[in-house]
């Protein structure tokens, strides 16, 4: 159940992220770095979603544990590109 709440907010992110930009920018997705750790972190919770809805237990933990240091990332990615 977290997962999935994790996934919608992170989800959610990206898509109120891209309306802003289309309204601010005048394009929905340009390619910079804090959108890329975004995107990069949906995938992975995503497949790791998927991973633990097919029972491998390894591999999710695994992918949980790659999904927490690109949340760190992806938070530090602003103060780095600034």
Do not use: H, R
Request: with cysteine.
């Amino acid at each position: 159940m977290v997962g999935m709440c994790v996934w919608l907010f992170i989800f959610l992110g990206l898509l109120t992220g891209m309306l802003w930009a289309q309204l601010a920018l005048g394009s929905y997705w340009s390619w910079d770095p804090k959108e890329i750790m975004t995107l990069i972190l949906f995938l992975t919770v995503s497949a790791g979603q998927l991973l633990y809805f097919d029972k491998k237990n390894t591999a999710t933990k695994w992918l949980a544990l790659i999904a927490c240091t690109l949340v760190i990332l992806t938070g530090l990615t602003g103060f780095i590109t600034a």
